[in-house]
């Protein structure tokens, strides 16, 4: 295989969420799998939605994930070059113009349903005398522009779904230029693809009948059409679609909750595929692992529960110095290397770690039981002189238990309770020599 070229083509009119970066992911992993490139496309032929913020998230969120790009371009830069591929497509016949309204078109659409026909486009534009056509534009109607398809079927081998074939005389006609002259995605894409060398074309697989009908124009403009790999689409935990949230799984929300960008690599380059989604700790090792026979045909499930498990695993993993700014910016008092040791496995994220901040540094609220009031009383006075250190609380802990005759969960976990106000967290011996002799006697009460 010749190295490939292949392209990320978001559209700057939102941010990016879990699906298009999966998207994204894929497209870098196999490039970088093979030892292509991976061109980084802004579409904003919608310059009405299309906004410089948006884009710069886009770039920002790539950034971040790791998925840097060996190129990049505009299409708002090439409308000369869509022009001429308009036109050439005109000079064939192929690109007729079309005079229905919006209301016209829905309402054939519901007609053919109604009578159990697929609503397809019935291509009477194409029968209208030049007569006709003078009389609606004198009349100020704009036409929109349709690209007339063959009719036969267009085969491919899909690198994931297999042997594929799209009836085209089963669609309607696609429409490449709207009234106002603006293009739809549909040929500036395809002309894009043939300029840039495009060799791959990995998308979701909301896209196959759509690729069917591309094909057809990249052989009207004279080009090869690329290799087709269409991946499936995310589903959630639930098995429902992701629709509705994909706001809250947007790069810039995710990031902002304290996620590790490899943990979204990886749960997102291993969800539906044959591999184990696992915690991995590069691209490039994910990249060597890359390979489209691995991606199943179902519904790629996104889990959130599964994305905070592999971030902990990620995080617990990070040395000091990966994090230091990071901890500063949460809470000064946490950029401190023993207290990072101490804290960090009792972390899923890193904003986690302003908890035990409050819990070592903070004020307070004990959880003594009415019952283990007298109890706590009577260890604090057993509190050891001197230095607190990593052997003060088993020392401390075995006098008690002498005393009271007190043991295990009656003993560790009511003393625990009582300086940090919680049931579970770090390994008490560790934990102790930070919260300190005054802050400790003070929630003893002593």
Known sequence: MTSPIVRFAPSPTGRLHVGNVRTALINWLFAHHQGGKFILRIDDTDLERSTKEYEDGIRTDLSWLGLTWDDSFHQSHRFKE????????????????CYETADELERKRKIALSRGRPPVYDRAALKLTDDERAKLEA???????????????????DLVRGPQSIDTSSLSDPILIREDGSFLYTMPSVVDDIDAGITHVVRGEDHVTNSGAQIEIFRALGGVAPEMAHTPLLIGADGQGLSKRLGSLSMGELRAQGYEPMAICSLLAKIGTSDNVEARGSLSGLAAEFDFAKIGRAPARFDEAELKHLNATILHGLPFDAVKARLAAVDPRAADEGFWTVVRENCSLLPDVKDWVDTVFGDIAPMVADEDKGFVAEAAALFPAGDVTGETWSAWANAVKDKTGRKGRALFMTLRKALTGQEHGPDMGALLPLIGRERALARLGG
């Not at 349709?146 to 267009?154: K, M």
């Open 82 to 97: 869509y022009g001429a591929a308009a036109d050439k497509l005109r000079e064939m016949g192929l690109l007729y113009p």
């Open 139 to 157: 009349d100020g109607v704009k036409p929109h522009w349709r690209f007339r398809l063959s009719g036969e079927r267009v085969e491919w081998n």
